[in-house]
Each structure stands twice: as structure tokens, then as C-alpha cells.
């Protein structure tokens, strides 16, 4: 199975808003909630930011939302600010207790 | 405080086979499943695998990429998730992290183990 379609980068001004999208099929994004969101800083493991499609890890700002429409997936920054600079991957059930990640998106802040 | 400890990694010859070890503390190990995942240099996340809690069998199911040649188990006892590798590739080099599974998300990571397959 190949993996979920992600921009590789995506780029924005400090204060905008971006919004990382994230293809599959209906055989994981579109049959399932549990479409979830990795940010990855340079040399560190992953770390859940958002988790069945919308819902925040504790402490994360509200600034962060993630959404689904059919076999698309995808995650809004709002208020762009430096420190959100990171790698972030989607990743989705794909059923038999099975998961896919996307190919990652390396977001820079200008 | 939860931490995910992998170790086992280093320098392998291409054909050969290595062990990976994940070892589980502030967490209730047997009530869980785990997920190993890799990245190879400057790649994206791969899924590999996932082992049930023993109260859904233990047993486990694989990314197409490795069914055959990667297995995972567990020792509740010891909260040690092991991922068996054989028949190592050059392209199997990457780094190999851990996870918990906490319903449909991996909520806690471990560091990472770094795999080198290079003759």
C-alpha cells in the first residue's frame, strides 16, 4: 500500500494561516476516524498532535486544527509562528490493525 | 514519568539478523499494543508492524513491505516488545522507534534505535 499524499513542503508568513493536506483512499482516510497528526523536529521522535481526525493533544494550542472530507485529510495552522518550523506526517487506520503514514511535509515559516 | 527505550541497533552486514528490543516503564505494559515504525535518512515514517496485548492474543500483523521477513513479540513479564529482522537489506537502514497504540494513535515514542545495513 503506498503511502498517504502529502505536499513535501508548505511555507508561510508568521501570523497566516497554512493548511497541510493529506490523500488516501476509502480503504483508510475515507472508512476511518482515526486519522491522526505527527509533528517531527529535527532529530527528535514524532509526537501526536492531533489524533481521530480533530481532536488536540493536551497542551496543544487551539491554533492547530485537523479536519477529513472523504479520502482527505488535513491539518490548519493558524497563526503561523516560528515555532511551529517542523516536519509533520498524517498517518491513518487502514483497517486489520493495520496504519499508513503520509510521505511528510516539511513546513518553513518565512 | 512514561518512557519507551529501544535498543539493539548498529552495524549489520546486508543478509544478516538483529534483534530490536523496546523496554516499556510507567505504563501498564500488558494492557497494550505496540507499533514499530522506521525512518530511513531524511524519509518519511513507515509503519512496520503491531503486536496485540495478550488480551486480544498477542499476535500480530505487518506492513507488505516486511510480512515474511520482520516479526514482533512480546515478554509482559519482562515489558520488553522485541522486532526480529532477518534477511537485513541495505534499504532497511533507518531509524526504528517504538510506539504505544492507544486506540487508533501512537501516543508515546521511544528515542529510537539506529539500524545500519552496509557491508
Known amino acids: 500500500q503506498s503511502a498517504l499524499t502529502q505536499p513535501a513542503s508548505v511555507s508561510g508568513s508568521p501570523g497566516q494561516s497554512i493548511t497541510i493536506s493529506c490523500t488516501g483512499s476509502s480503504a483508510d482516510i475515507g472508512s476511518y476516524i482515526y486519522v491522526s497528526w505527527y509533528r517531527q523536529d529535527p532529530g527528535q521522535a514524532p509526537q501526536v498532535i492531533i489524533y481521530d481526525v480533530n481532536k488536540r493533544s493536551s497542551s496543544l494550542s487551539t491554533r492547530f486544527s485537523g479536519s477529513k472530507s472523504g479520502n482527505t485529510a488535513s491539518l490548519t495552522i493558524s497563526g503561523l509562528q516560528a515555532a511551529d518550523e517542523a516536519d509533520y506526517y498524517c498517518?491513518?487506520?487502514?483497517?486489520?490493525?493495520?496504519?499508513?503514514f503520509g510521505g511528510g511535509t516539511k513546513l518553513t515559516v518565512l | 514519568e512514561v518512557q519507551l527505550v529501544e535498543s539493539g541497533g548498529g552495524l549489520v552486514l546486508p543478509g544478516r539478523s538483529l534483534r530490536l528490543a523496546c523496554e516499556v516503564s510507567g505504563l501498564p505494559f500488558g494492557d497494550f499494543g505496540v507499533s514499530w515504525v522506521r525512518q530511513a535518512p531524511g524519509e518519511a515514517l513507515e509503519w512496520l508492524g503491531f503486536i496485540r496485548s495478550g488480551k486480544y492474543g498477542g499476535t500480530s500483523e505487518y506492513a507488505a513491505s516486511v510480512k515474511g521477513r520482520f516479526s514482533i513479540s512480546r515478554d509482559d513479564a519482562r515489558r520488553i516488545a522485541y522486532l526480529q529482522m532477518t534477511s537485513l537489506r541495505t534499504e532497511d537502514t533507518a531509524m526504528y522507534y517504538c510506539?504505544?497504540?492507544?486506540?487508533?494513535?501512537?501516543?508515546?515514542w521511544g528515542q529510537g534505535t539506529l539500524v545500519t545495513v552496509s557491508s
Open positions: 498517518c491513518s487506520y487502514a483497517g486489520g490493525d493495520t496504519w499508513i
Open positions: 510506539t504505544r497504540v492507544n486506540g487508533g494513535l501512537f501516543d508515546y
